[in-house]
């Protein structure tokens, strides 16, 4: 490698990212030196291999922004539906307990209002316990 | 599509118009998905990344310089997330699924098949040897080459200063040729 071409500059050169006076005193560099015409030749050659591979996509895919959109709504929907739901069982439960029902029949529907929320609840945290355990979950579909 | 509609599109989903970022992911989706491609090697893992990447943008976007371009800032998150995927279990770059999806730009029909030949034989060995050179390599050759990036763009998506690209490119260039010697290529 020439005294006057680091490789940085070699490969600002190789990349067309020098101006016009480092692009002249470079190219001197390289006449005098055959060491760094090598060196250039090969990341040339390179360079050039490289550019013939093209990416593709396989040409058939759809976009993404169906499943982008989803899920930038997604969370906004949710969020009103929990707020909506939290509003209306307060405001049921208030009704529900100034209501001027019996006891008896409070009691009734409380036990059913709270056995279906544990059965619920128990169901969710079994399901997650299994989740834990599971020896696939990190597997996509 | 200009900066000055990107910079309107972007105000009125910082005003939380959604819709707006529609011609937003339609504009960058195929040079975003070719990256991932070429970062993590097949299609379905490059998706994930695509999708998360413009999810995270637009949750990013109150936070988005308007004086800079979307695009090497977009590009900057999706490469941070297909390196993610990569140190998670989630994705590994499959070189066999790449190989696959690599096309070769049309050959010079005078030249005959014995240059297609060979033209595919570099290619196997190409890849080969981006896959053995490791990620940090891998990444700044296919932002340079493959997608033909300017300095001061990879210096943005890298988030590195510019001055760096070079050497960085340097590094990556020699790794790739050293690969290319171990697999018996021979350059000039």
């Not at chain 1, 990341?43 to 959109?69: F, R």
């Not at chain 2, 490059?46 to 995270?56: G, R, W």
């Not at chain 2, 004086?67 to 770059?93: E, M, T, V, Y």
């Not at chain 2, 210096?155 to 760096?164: F, K, Q, R, S, V």
């Amino acid at each position: 490698m020439s005294e006057r071409v680091t490789h940085e500059e070699l490969m600002r050169y190789l990349d067309g990212e020098v101006g016009p006076e480092e692009r002249t005193r470079i190219e001197s560099s390289v006449e005098d030196s055959t060491e760094l015409r090598r060196e250039l030749a090969v990341y040339k050659a390179m360079k050039d291999d490289l550019q013939t591979l093209k990416l593709s996509d396989g040409g058939h895919h759809g976009s993404v922004w169906n499943s982008v959109n989803r899920h930038l709504t997604r969370p906004m929907g949710w969020t009103l539906l929990i707020i909506g739901s939290l509003v209306w069982a307060a405001y049921g439960i208030f009704v529900f307990l100034t209501s001027q029902a019996f006891f008896l029949e409070k009691m009734a529907t409380s036990a059913i209002v709270i056995g279906v929320l544990l059965l619920f609840a128990s169901v969710i945290w079994e399901r997650y316990r299994e989740w834990l355990t599971d020896p696939y979950r990190d597997i996509q579909r | 599509m200009g900066p000055e509609v990107e910079r309107e599109l972007i105000r009125k989903c910082r005003a939380g118009d959604s819709r707006f970022y529609e011609p937003l992911v339609r504009a960058y989706e195929q040079p975003g998905l070719r990256l991932a491609l070429g970062m993590l090697g097949n299609l379905e893992d490059a998706k994930d990344a695509l999708q998360n990447a413009f999810v995270k943008a637009f949750e990013a976007l109150a936070r988005f310089d308007l004086k800079r371009p979307f695009g090497p800032w977009f590009f900057q998150i999706l490469r941070n997330q297909c390196r993610d995927q990569l140190r998670s279990r989630k994705a590994r770059f499959r070189l066999e699924a790449l190989d696959e999806r690599l096309e070769l730009r049309p050959a010079d029909p005078e030249k005959g098949p014995e240059r297609k030949r060979e033209r595919a034989q570099a290619r196997e060995l190409l890849w080969g040897a981006l896959e053995k050179i490791g990620e940090e390599h891998r990444e700044i050759l296919i932002l340079k080459e493959l997608q033909g990036f300017r300095y001061g763009e990879i210096a943005t998506i890298l988030d590195i200063p510019e001055g760096t690209v070079a050497s960085r490119l340097f590094h990556a260039r020699r790794a790739l040729k050293e690969a290319l010697q171990d697999m018996g290529a021979e350059y000039p």
